[in-house]
């Protein structure tokens, strides 16, 4: 059973538009969210991250939306280059980060 | 500094041999992680350590052993491989608790051992 659902699997954007990628999850235990990104033959990256105490935060052109009643977490990729063609992971652990949960990724293709 | 190393980059075992894969790194992290990951899996916590000496199961675990001699280095061992462990492995580092007893978050991950399981 998979604590951390994603979608999009894949996503194609075009560049200057808005890349959305979407997790949610079950636990309510869970109080830290990172998403990370992945580059072809590389380990993943912290990208950005959010605690359940704030609905959203933003850095540079990557922002996280955070809705705890709905228990759904999302990455909004504002003005989206070719450089952001990667696989994205989200991912949600609890209390003194023993364990991650990564969800199962997307796969964005920003087109020139 | 290099971060979090990985040795091998690339093995090919044929089933029921053994092997050793190695995870160093360089920033003092009282944690350390070992991931597989597959297609469409994302990312599964195979065992992990909060520190030298210590080590626990993750969601995965069967299969492999690990251990930490040393607080720079973790290593994921496979007694007899199997098919179903042909994934790409990997390790990853974050400092825990830190010095004003704050945990601290940011995982750093090695680059990936790529292990195919013929």
């Known amino acids: 059973q998979q604590q951390v659902k994603q979608s999009p699997q894949s996503l194609i954007v075009q560049k200057g538009g808005i890349s959305i990628i979407n997790c949610a999850y079950e636990?309510?235990?869970?109080?830290?969210f990172p998403w990370y990104q992945q580059f072809p033959g590389k380990g993943p990256a912290l990208l950005i991250a959010?605690?359940?105490?704030?609905s959203e935060k933003k850095e540079g052109r990557f922002t996280i939306s955070f809705n705890k009643s709905a228990k759904q977490f999302s990455l909004h990729i504002m003005d989206s280059q070719p450089g952001d063609s990667a696989t994205y992971f989200c991912?949600?652990?609890?209390?003194?980060?023993?364990?991650?949960?990564f969800g199962s990724g997307t796969k964005l293709n920003v087109k020139p | 500094n290099a971060g979090v190393t990985q040795t091998p980059k690339f093995r090919v075992l044929k089933t029921g041999q053994s092997m050793t894969l190695l995870c160093a790194q360089d920033?003092?992290?009282?944690?350390m992680y070992w991931y597989r990951q597959d297609p469409g899996m994302g990312l599964r916590l195979i065992h992990y350590?909060?520190?030298?000496?210590?080590?626990a199961k993750g969601e995965v675990p069967d299969g492999y052993n690990v251990s930490r001699l040393k607080k720079q280095n973790f290593l994921l061992g496979l007694e007899s491989a199997a098919p179903s462990q042909t994934s790409v492995y990997f390790c990853?580092?974050?400092?825990?608790?830190?010095?004003?007893?704050?945990?601290?978050?940011?995982?750093?991950f090695g680059p990936g051992t790529r292990l195919t399981v013929l």
């Open positions: 920033m003092n992290h009282e944690y």
């Open positions: 959010i605690r359940p105490d704030v």
């Open positions: 636990n309510t235990a869970f109080d830290y």
């Open positions: 350590s909060v520190g030298e000496g210590t080590t």
């Open positions: 990853a580092s974050s400092p825990g608790r830190g010095l004003a007893g704050v945990y601290t978050d940011t995982q750093y």
């Open positions: 991912a949600a652990s609890i209390n003194n980060f023993n364990k991650f949960y």
